[in-house]
């Protein structure tokens, strides 16, 4: 069986971590919100998790989310991450973790949760089926991605100032995963009642640098592991900026830049 395609460098994206981690709590935003959203969909299930993981924990909005939307219901929870500088600086058990490589045993976990990571991940159905097996029967994921509509007017500007000054666009903006096709993930992965679900936020900006700051605070800096060969100059980059205030610019001057949040909910097969 061949491996699946190199898309990302995981080592760059762990040093961008790394880089972002004394500001995080600056721009966690988006991270908070799927953090809130997971642990709103723990309240109403009437059963608890022992022994549960965060996957990219970062700065720990979900722990934060989960006592305060479903106190009591997780018993231990370990907080992982790529980057150990996400998690340092707070108590409780912490984990310095690949979610390509997951270092748990079989059958060894009761809920396992992502918050904003497995978009970076080069083979999202593979570590789905890596979580699926160290659920214990009857376990549940619950995991939040980026999808497909995120940062489109971002992307559109750029091929459309490469195109105009470069005369052609390679790949700058990440490629995420269609959200339309989220469920099926889970299918693919062996999780039984998979339910895949789609929150798109717009957020906008009074200019294209603060949306650049803020995806750098974020981590969420492309790491495609094929860069693109010519570097961001600033005639491109103020074309750019120029044809996204064209193109999508509020009466009021600022700018939208959209986000889709795509969450998935699916269970290990047995024991429920």
Same mark, same amino acid.
């Given at each position: 069986? %061949?491996?699946? &395609?190199?898309?990302?460098?995981?080592?760059?994206?762990?040093?961008?971590?790394?880089?972002?981690?004394?500001?995080?709590?600056?721009?966690?935003?988006? +991270?908070?919100?799927?953090? +809130?959203?997971?642990?709103?969909?723990?309240?109403?299930?009437?059963?608890?998790?022992?022994?549960?993981?965060?996957? %990219?924990?970062?700065?720990?909005?979900?722990?934060?989310?989960?006592?305060?939307?479903?106190?009591?219901?997780?018993?231990?929870?370990?907080?992982?991450?790529?980057?150990?500088?996400?998690?340092?600086?707070?108590?409780?058990?912490?984990?310095?973790?690949?979610?390509?490589?997951? &270092?748990?045993?079989?059958?060894?976990?009761?809920?396992?949760? %992502?918050?904003?990571?497995?978009?970076?991940?080069?083979?999202?159905?593979?570590?789905?089926? +890596?979580?699926?097996?160290?659920?214990?029967?009857?376990?549940?994921?619950?995991?939040?991605?980026?999808?497909?509509?995120?940062?489109?007017?971002?992307?559109?500007?750029?091929?459309?100032?490469?195109?105009?000054?470069?005369?052609?666009?390679?790949?700058?903006?990440?490629?995420?995963?269609?959200?339309?096709?989220?469920?099926?993930?889970?299918?693919?992965?062996?999780?039984?009642?998979?339910?895949?679900?789609?929150?798109?936020?717009?957020?906008?900006?009074?200019?294209?640098?603060?949306?650049?700051?803020?995806?750098?605070?974020?981590?969420?800096?492309?790491?495609?592991?094929?860069?693109?060969?010519?570097?961001?100059?600033?005639?491109?980059?103020?074309?750019?900026?120029?044809?996204?205030?064209?193109?999508?610019?509020?009466?009021?001057?600022?700018?939208?830049?959209?986000?889709?949040?795509?969450?998935?909910?699916?269970?290990?097969?047995?024991?429920?």
């Amino acid at each position: 069986m %061949s491996a699946p &395609p190199r898309l990302f460098d995981r080592a760059l994206h762990r040093r961008r971590l790394d880089r972002a981690a004394p500001g995080y709590a600056d721009a966690d935003f988006l +991270q908070r919100r799927a953090a +809130q959203d997971i642990a709103e969909r723990l309240a109403p299930i009437l059963r608890s998790f022992p022994l549960a993981v965060d996957l %990219s924990a970062r700065g720990g909005a979900f722990r934060e989310a989960l006592a305060l939307e479903a106190p009591g219901r997780v018993g231990t929870l370990i907080e992982a991450d790529l980057s150990h500088r996400m998690l340092a600086g707070r108590s409780g058990p912490r984990l310095v973790a690949d979610e390509e490589r997951l &270092p748990f045993a079989d059958a060894s976990l009761d809920l396992i949760v %992502s918050t904003l990571g497995l978009h970076w991940t080069n083979d999202v159905v593979g570590a789905l089926i +890596q979580c699926r097996r160290a659920l214990k029967p009857g376990g549940l994921f619950i995991g939040a991605f980026l999808g497909g509509t995120t940062l489109t007017e971002l992307r559109q500007s750029l091929v459309a100032a490469e195109v105009e000054i470069l005369g052609g666009a390679g790949s700058r903006v990440s490629p995420f995963a269609d959200g339309r096709d989220a469920a099926g993930l889970l299918d693919r992965a062996g999780l039984k009642e998979p339910v895949g679900d789609v929150d798109t936020v717009t957020v906008t900006y009074a200019h294209l640098l603060k949306l650049f700051l803020d995806l750098r605070q974020m981590g969420e800096t492309s790491v495609l592991a094929d860069r693109h060969p010519k570097p961001l100059t600033r005639i491109l980059l103020a074309r750019t900026a120029e044809i996204y205030a064209e193109r999508f610019g509020l009466p009021d001057g600022r700018i939208p830049a959209t986000f889709e949040i795509v969450t998935l909910t699916g269970w290990a097969a047995g024991g429920q």
